[in-house]
Nanobody
């Protein structure tokens, strides 16, 4: 089992920045991928960005050029730096951890709300 705790959400104005954090604890395997997903009201959950612990990042088109994902593998933490935020970025952001070996298990945090509004 892996437990994930997100933090850093809040209310910001369009054009501002926000940084989200995720801390993972539990049975962390040597090959894994962590990522950020978001779900806006009335919409499906979608990938924002992900990064395997080998360091290769993957971004949704909506996040490219504005968001930066990073990881500290030694501390099992992950962050998402979000710049130039838009109202359409408003959503609950979820941290995800997935094993790339072993049982391939996937785990979710409870989410943190990001609201972009003037």
């Amino acid at each position: 089992q892996v437990q994930l705790v997100e933090s850093g959400g809040g209310l910001v104005q369009p054009g501002e920045s926000l940084r989200l954090f995720c801390a993972a604890a539990g049975r962390i395997l040597s090959l894994n991928r962590m990522g950020w997903y978001r779900q806006a009201p009335g919409k499906q959950r979608e990938l924002v960005a992900s990064m395997a612990n080998g360091g290769v990042a993957n971004y949704a088109d909506s996040a490219k050029g504005r968001f930066i994902i990073s990881r500290d593998n030694a501390k099992n933490t992950m962050s998402l730096q979000m710049n130039s935020l838009k109202p359409e970025d408003t959503a609950v952001y979820y941290c995800n951890y997935q094993n790339l070996i072993g049982d391939g298990g996937s785990y979710w945090g409870k989410g943190t709300l990001v609201t972009v509004s003037s």
